[in-house]
């Protein structure tokens, strides 16, 4: 149930989930190293790399991308991409006037399909606080300068719905496939506090 995650004491469950790891790696059950490797796919890996691909194919298929900003939910299943955490998804489209960053104030919550487990500050109170007040600070500390005449959209996320930022295609990326796009796709970037840098030559 998303509502798991949003709203209710969750320090129960985080203290079990402790206890059951102390208990594991007591007994000699898990390698600590294998489980970092777990989160770290979860994370870093799988996660963001399927909203990455959600991403790529918006960016190389207009019909889709249309499809992804009025039912994203519909349009990332249409990948593969759903279930808990992930059932109604938003997507929500940087362009030159507009920059959209999302936040939970009041948790954590966060599209688990298409990005994995939210990183450490996403969850931290800093960060909860002020991007809903101070959002264009919060995206310097990021090394993004959202220049005086662009609006910053901010996205509070909760049980029912979670967001997904469609970054903007970087330059110069005309001759890309869409998994030499998808690449170029940060998890950070389809939270909104950072841009997509154009690609290497
Ligand atoms: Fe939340």
Redesign the pocket.
Known sequence: MSTE???TPKSNTALRVKALESLLLEKGLIDPAALDEVIDTYENKIGPKNGAKVVARAWTDPEYKKRLLTDGSAAIAELGYSGVQGEDMVVVENTPEVHNIVV?T?????PWPTLGLPPVWYKSAPYRSRAAIDPRGVLREFGVNIPEGVEVRVWD???ELRYLVLPERPPATEGMSEAELAALVTRDSMIGVTKIEPAKK
Request: aromatic share 8%; glycine share 8%; proline share 0%.
């Open positions: 995650t949003h709203g939970c009041l948790c954590s919550c966060f996320s909760n049980a």
